[in-house]
């Protein structure tokens, strides 16, 4: 089973930019679609953005598109998210899914998380 870690939330002022990266161990990190996810307090986890095992196609929720991009490489293990503009509503902790079937996004219940990375937008 995959195990992946997060890294690369904090603080940002509302219009900044975070970037951030899960690694991912295991030798067969090329086989599985990856995703990122996010929880606000008192709300429900909900999905971000995903892509494929390849890297060729991507998904995002109507929320982030236009200021979030999801990329992988596939030799150093790892995926990331680039959240530009960001905005106090995208405060949350987001957490890294890896799954067999790209289908299966944007569905919470599939696949490994890791632990998540804290995002703090101030206005």
């Known amino acids: 089973q995959v195990q992946l870690v997060e890294s690369g939330g904090g603080l940002v002022q509302a219009g900044g930019s975070l970037r951030l990266s899960c690694a991912a161990s295991g030798r067969t990190f090329s086989s599985y679609a990856m995703g990122w996810f996010r929880q606000a307090p008192g709300k429900e986890r909900e999905f971000v953005a995903a892509i494929s095992r390849s890297g060729g196609s991507t998904y995002y929720s109507d929320s982030v598109k236009g200021r979030f991009t999801i990329s992988r490489d596939n030799v150093q293990n790892t995926v990331d998210l680039q959240m530009n503009n960001l905005k106090p509503e995208d405060a949350a902790v987001y957490y890294c899914?890896?799954?067999?079937?790209?289908?299966?996004?944007?569905?919470?219940?599939?696949?490994?998380w890791g632990q998540g990375t804290q995002v703090t937008v101030s206005s």
């Open positions: 899914n890896a799954r067999n079937a790209y289908a299966d996004y944007p569905k919470v219940r599939f696949g490994s």
